[in-house]
């Protein structure tokens, strides 16, 4: 399977691994620690050089209780970043709601556009369908960031996130948006319980059998913390074991924060696909 983007034919038969650039000084993941545009470009090449295959280049923190961040504002945190990761040589993905962000961003040539509102605000969805080439990834999201952990969805998330994310594409592919520039991505800790999120990694196929690319985003989530009881900066081993739970039932993206060490367990979990002739090791 292809996901299309502005520059890139991207191969998603080999899951990829999006790595996660918060330009922002209230991450509930990272604690700004790449807020400033120097830091961020430096974590931009780090990233890259541990393995992603694409960099998701974000402003607005959307962490539960997050006020929204001002137009200008966001457009100064993450233009200059965008321009440096641009050449960087690969897929560069700008997480954004705003069209105005969106519309600055596609015309410097980024490749994926990363909503976390699948294109609900007036004008989105528009705009992607007239720039004709970039990828987009549609999320799920109950209500805002600022409501969505005061009331979570309830019932079956599973059906709820996969009528919603099949509306949204449909929405999109009646704007002449080719199928294979959109994925899909349900939104983990978006409005969902624990229960419910889990539910959405354990039933993942019935997402991939829309037909889209899924991009599954667990790094570092708080239900990872509520089963294991560690703190957010203690949850990288639990974040790449659900980086892989997530591929090995379809995911064809995993975002995340970690990027080493999820490109290592993918390693393992490659090899397991293909296992080589080689002489096994003893103890």
Not at 130 to 151: E, I, K, N, S
Not at 197 to 214: D, H, I, K, M, S
Not at 244 to 259: N, P
């Amino acid at each position: 399977m292809i996901w299309q983007t502005t520059r890139y034919a991207v191969d998603v038969a080999r899951p990829r691994v999006m790595g996660i650039v918060n330009v922002t000084p209230d991450s509930f993941s990272d604690g700004g620690e790449h807020a400033g545009a120097q830091a961020a470009c430096a974590h931009c090449e780090r990233l890259v050089r541990e393995g992603a295959d694409i960099l998701d280049i974000g402003g607005e923190s959307t962490r539960p209780g997050s006020p929204p961040l001002p137009l200008a504002e966001e457009l100064a945190r993450v233009l200059p970043v965008v321009r440096a990761a641009l050449g960087m040589g690969v897929p560069v993905s700008v997480d954004t709601y705003k069209p105005q962000v969106m519309q600055a961003v596609l015309d410097l040539g980024v490749d994926i556009i990363n909503d976390v509102r699948a294109l609900r605000q007036p004008g989105a969805a528009e705009l992607v369908a007239r720039h004709g080439a970039c990828g987009v990834c549609l999320m799920h999201m109950h209500r805002d960031p600022q409501t969505m952990q005061l009331a979570p969805m309830e019932g079956d998330a599973v059906a709820q996130v996969l009528s919603f994310l099949q509306h949204a594409a449909q929405d999109l592919l009646g704007l002449g948006v080719e199928k294979h520039r959109i994925a899909i991505d349900p939104g983990i800790g978006f409005g969902k319980t624990v229960a419910q999120n889990f539910a959405l990694l354990a039933r993942q196929r019935e997402l991939v059998a829309a037909g889209y690319p899924l991009v599954a985003g667990w790094s570092r989530k708080s239900s990872l913390g509520a089963v294991t009881g560690l703190p957010v900066g203690e949850r990288v081993v639990a974040s790449a074991v659900a980086a892989v739970l997530a591929v090995q039932l379809g995911a064809a993206v995993v975002r995340v924060h970690d990027v080493k060490e999820t490109v290592a367990a993918l390693a393992v979990w490659r090899a397991m696909q293909e296992p080589t002739t080689t002489e096994g090791e003893g103890r």
